[in-house]
């Protein structure tokens, strides 16, 4: 049977990555960090082993300094039933099997442990798509692959229910970021290591006509009052627990009591055939 092409170059990505360590800019995972710790003081609970899978331990031992700081590759080290807390941090989006991350950390957790994703939405820089793909049309012609396909709220909510996680939830949290200019933008995504490492890239650098032209066209389009652009990005948060006989569960249709009209002291009028 063939095996289908994978997404990611990891040596490109770990390579990406490791290039931010001189000047890094990792105020997304930073943001996702402190959302962490906002829900997690909201949960009536005190977890004693938790497990973050990141590029970036660093950036989550300020919160959780007794996690198992794990890496995001394709097999994770997690032990099966080892921890009552498992976040996975910004790396999704690379992965090459997402349902099997969420799998694998599923089968980390305890039952009735918390399993908490950060991971870039639909909307994420889609400003700079549309005008690099734009660009790179006028100036050779024709399109390479460049830009991670990233899930909506809903297809990656679904990834919960496919994975066999429990009370499952999904919101999004948009952020606007604000540059000089687009070729200020891609340098910030260099010192994020989030720049090309698709299998299917092109193995050349990109042509300077195209990075001008797509700068052009990204201020002619999207440009704020001061001259400056905006830059989207959007972090969707997935929740889900390990399956526990304890947890809540939803009523049997029709199995109600009361009706919500005399829940809420009111007249409840059928409707007419």
């Not at 229910?161 to 499952?168: D, E, I, N, V, Y």
């Not at 989030?194 to 440009?223: D, G, H, I, M």
Request: charged letters at 25%; a negative charge.
């Amino acid at each position: 049977m063939t095996q289908p092409p994978l997404l990611t170059d990891r040596q490109a990505l770990d390579r990406h990555r490791a290039r931010t360590a001189a000047n890094p800019a990792l105020f997304l995972h930073e943001t996702a960090r402190d959302e962490a710790q906002d829900r997690l003081a909201m949960v009536n609970r005190t977890f004693t082993s938790a497990a973050v899978v990141t590029p970036f331990p660093h950036v989550w031992q300020k919160i959780l300094p007794d996690a198992h700081m794990i890496p995001d590759e394709d097999t994770l080290d997690l032990k099966e039933g080892a921890h009552d807390l498992v976040i996975h941090a910004l790396a999704l989006h690379w992965a090459n099997d997402p349902v099997g991350q969420i799998i694998q950390s599923r089968r980390a957790l305890r039952p009735d442990g918390l399993f908490l994703c950060f991971t870039f939405g639909g909307e994420t820089l889609h400003e700079l798509r549309a005008a690099l793909g734009q660009a790179e049309i006028e100036v050779t012609g024709g399109l390479s692959p460049r830009v991670l396909p990233m899930g909506e709220i809903r297809d990656l909510g679904g990834l919960l229910q496919r994975s066999g996680l429990a009370l499952p939830v999904a919101d999004t949290m948009p952020l606007t970021a604000s540059y000089q200019s687009a070729l200020h933008l891609m340098r910030d995504l260099r010192a994020m290591g989030e720049t090309n490492a698709l299998s299917r890239r092109l193995r050349k650098p990109t042509r300077r006509a195209v990075l001008l032209r797509a700068a052009e066209l990204y201020s002619e389009s999207f440009a704020q009052d001061d001259g400056r652009i905006p830059a989207t990005f959007e972090i969707i948060t997935l929740t889900g627990w390990a399956p526990d006989a304890n947890q809540p569960k939803p009523l049997r249709p029709g199995s109600a009591a009361h009706s919500l009209a005399e829940a809420l002291g009111t007249r409840e009028n059928p409707l007419k055939d």
